[in-house]
């Protein structure tokens, strides 16, 4: 481990204490885990204590940790992972928050602490179903406003619910139930013997 990041992992455990579930360092990058009860407070304090100075909120996405690596995994399905950055002390931050219910899940916001969580957070909501109390305007951002569902979440089907086409006959766009056939598209991998031979042609 390099010194910056030894250094980052022990400011981060003197300054957050028992609110830090677990730290991992992994390909030259520090992750941490919090409850959803700590995370605004953990939040707070990367940002404002000195040590820390984590004054950029790069991302924040959502994650459906149902099938991850193809294997699931035991506990809460879904998480908030926030990218942060410290200008000043020129380090990056992971941090991991699961929602405590998967059918409701819910991670407190973080706008109130940098506010270009705003759109980040909507996409979490809109994309997986991830709430976010606290935040002014929590709405969709990507999907339409009837959409039905979270297109992110791992048990949302490839070809969606309903799809949406002008009808002429009422001039407005409505929605329908799917009529998408599934096929299977398979890549051509076998060509003729002479395929691309100018000579040949």
Same mark, same amino acid.
């Given at each position: 481990m390099s010194a910056t990041l030894e250094a980052?992992?022990?400011?981060?455990?003197?300054?957050l204490g028992d609110r830090v579930k677990s730290l991992k360092v992994v390909l030259g990058e520090v992750t941490i885990e919090v409850d959803a009860a700590d995370y605004l407070s953990v939040m707070q304090t990367?940002?404002?204590?000195?040590?820390?100075s984590f004054d950029e909120l790069i991302d924040l996405?959502?994650? @459906?940790y149902s099938t991850y690596a193809h294997v699931?995994?035991?506990?809460?399905?879904y998480a908030a992972v926030t990218h942060l950055l410290s200008v000043a002390?020129?380090?990056?931050?992971?941090?991991?928050?699961?929602?405590?219910? @998967? @059918?409701? !899940?819910?991670? $407190?916001?973080? +706008?109130?602490?940098?506010?270009?969580? @705003?759109?980040?957070?909507? &996409?979490?909501?809109?994309?997986?179903?991830?709430v976010f109390p606290?935040? &002014?305007d929590l709405r969709r951002i990507l999907t339409d406003y009837g959409f039905i569902?979270? !297109?992110?979440?791992?048990?949302?089907?490839?070809?969606?619910?309903?799809e949406m086409r002008y009808? $002429?006959?009422?001039?407005?766009?409505?929605?329908?139930?799917? +009529?998408?056939? !599934?096929?299977?598209v398979t890549p051509r991998i076998v060509r003729e013997a002479t395929y691309g031979d100018v000579d040949h042609a």
């Open positions: 980052l992992s022990q400011n981060l455990q003197e300054h990367l940002r404002d204590e000195p040590q820390l996405c959502g994650v @459906d699931g995994r035991q506990g809460p399905r002390r020129n380090w990056r931050l992971r941090v991991r928050c699961f929602a405590a219910d @998967d @059918d409701f !899940p819910s991670v $407190p916001s973080v +706008t109130s602490i940098w506010n270009c969580a @705003d759109w980040f957070e909507r &996409e979490a909501f809109d994309l997986f179903g991830i606290g935040h &002014e569902g979270h !297109p992110f979440r791992k048990d949302f089907p490839i070809s969606g619910y309903v009808d $002429p006959e009422q001039q407005r766009v409505i929605y329908q139930p799917v +009529t998408i056939e !599934p096929r299977e």
